[in-house]
């Protein structure tokens, strides 16, 4: 076969192991990865060299071990592949409470129908609601006509006085979500092993064009599985398979090609 490259990242699935083989199913599966940016397959030969004490070569050096990784570059963090390589599920809830931090927001200069009214982003839950100004200094809910440095509290919406028209504060509170997706660490994560394929393209020295495959028999995710850094600036995210020792007589890696007609 002529030589080939790799002229698109590729896809990946994952199949979990169960009792012993790969299972493909709707459950055990999983492809939907978002934007795959790169693929880089990694293999070290480890030896261990046998001194010669008459030479300044060294007598032999035999392989002792095979290492190998594939490392997955992702322009996004899909949540449910997260909860699958940490052995979790993702859930969906359903009125369920969720937190606000540090909302900010600014008491009119003007009054609307004679009262100085700010509308939160949610309606806070009950014995939730926390209100300080720029020191942090916490202001105290009142039921009566509010004085300076204190507030009322109506469903979505704060009541403050003329004296503190223009006042920055800061609020923090739950609200009931009416919908919303949980998944995260385990207690006690336990975390399974699949079967990798990743399914791509390539095309050959006259053009050629073709369809590629790598399948890793057996693998699990090894070190540091960090979530997605959170900031202005949206940063790749990258999943590393450890290749393990492959089932009976199966290659621990298989690549595969064929032509697109």
């Not at 997955?72 to 409470?97: C, H, K, R, W």
């Not at 309606?123 to 809910?141: G, Y």
């Amino acid at each position: 076969m002529q030589p080939i490259y790799f002229s698109k990242a590729g896809k990946l699935q994952l199949n979990k192991y169960v009792n012993g083989i790969p299972v493909r199913s709707a459950t055990t599966s999983y492809f939907r990865n978002g934007a795959v940016q790169q693929i880089t397959p990694n293999i070290t030969i480890n030896g261990s060299p046998i001194a010669d004490g008459n030479s300044l070569w060294n007598a032999a050096n035999p392989d002792t071990s095979i290492e190998g990784t594939l490392a997955v570059q992702l322009g996004f963090m899909p949540p449910e592949l997260y909860a699958f390589i940490m052995g979790d599920t993702s859930e969906e809830l359903t009125n369920t409470p969720f937190p606000i931090v540090d909302e900010e927001i600014t008491v009119p200069m003007e009054p609307t129908g004679g009262k100085y009214i700010v509308k939160l982003k949610h309606e806070p839950l009950d014995t939730t609601f926390i209100l300080v100004d720029k020191n942090a200094k916490p202001w105290d809910e009142t039921d009566e006509t509010p004085a300076s440095g204190k507030y009322i509290l109506d469903g979505d919406e704060l009541e403050f006085v003329a004296a503190d028209a223009g006042k920055a504060l800061f609020v923090s509170y739950d609200y009931q979500a009416a919908k919303a997706t949980r998944f995260g660490l385990p207690k006690t994560p336990v975390r399974p092993t699949y079967e990798l394929i990743v399914s791509s393209e390539a095309a050959g020295e006259d053009e050629t064009l073709y369809e590629a495959a790598i399948v890793v028999d057996k693998c699990k995710v090894m070190g540091s599985i960090n979530p997605p850094q959170q900031g202005g600036t949206p940063q790749p995210v990258t999943v590393t398979f450890t290749i393990l020792k492959p089932r009976g007589n199966n290659r621990a890696v298989d690549y595969t090609v064929t032509p697109i007609e």
